[in-house]
């Protein structure tokens, strides 16, 4: 069975600075991965996803995420943190060829300091 | 337009009562789901349908009863909630069973007292 791990329940950073969240996933085959944030009291947004080809994937709001077959990874990055990006951000996986469900992490909530 | 809407957004109940929660989709998906999210943030499929027909039910209490009358909406109705029902109830939809990218209404927060 498929299944995420996102090692960091909170990080902080200052605003400006580069982030990196990490996602290890658990999957025999090849993957479908994403990654979701969530704001204050909103629903999931999907930021990007990884299905096939290129494995640094581009995303909204400047996000990028990169597959890592050897590292069982797939972490996000962004260059310089603004103080909206503030939120909770949940990996997750789904299978390929037939799964019709995604199997999310725990989340990891960022906070950016002025 | 919403994509996926829920209503209502906020819901507190008592104990032992029953409610149903709401959800439409206007993306012409044919994949529908319920994924709960617990106090510790942690989102966890419950329910999903394809084409109004259930393909997935993860051991979740019968007292949670799906009703899709059409591919467009998938509502959840709870019987006799229980304090542990509390939780944010996120609907979401999907094109295709093989494709697992799903979009994501802006949740129901269920509060039982």
């Known amino acids: 069975a498929q299944s995420v791990t996102q090692p960091d329940i909170h990080i902080t950073v200052s605003e400006g600075a580069s982030l990196e969240l990490r996602c290890n996933y658990s999957y025999g085959a090849t993957p479908y991965l994403f990654w979701y944030v969530q704001s204050p009291g909103q629903g999931l947004q999907l930021l990007l996803k990884y299905f096939s080809g290129d494995t640094l994937v581009q995303g909204i709001k400047g996000f990028e995420a990169e597959f890592k077959r050897s590292q069982s990874s797939f972490n996000l990055r962004k260059p310089s943190v603004h103080w909206s990006d503030a939120a909770e951000y949940f990996c997750a996986v789904g299978a390929q060829g037939g799964s019709e469900k995604l199997v999310f992490g725990k989340g990891t909530k960022l906070t950016v300091n002025p | 337009d919403t994509a996926v809407s829920q209503t209502p957004k906020y819901l507190v109940t008592q104990m032992g009562n029953d409610k149903s929660i709401k959800c439409e989709q206007n993306?012409?998906?044919?994949?529908m789901y319920w994924y709960k999210q617990d106090s510790k943030k942690f989102l966890k499929i419950m329910f999903s349908?394809?084409?109004?027909?259930?393909?997935i039910n993860e051991t979740v209490p019968n007292r949670f009863s799906p009703k899709s009358p059409d591919k467009a909406h998938l509502n959840l109705h709870i019987n006799s909630l229980e304090l542990g029902d509390s939780a944010v109830y996120f609907c979401?939809?999907?094109?295709?069973?093989?494709?697992?990218?799903?979009?994501f209404g802006q949740g129901t927060r269920l509060t039982v007292v």
């Open positions: 979401a939809s999907s094109q295709g069973a093989d494709l697992a990218e799903a979009f």
């Open positions: 349908y394809n084409n109004k027909e259930l393909i």
């Open positions: 993306l012409g998906h044919d994949t």
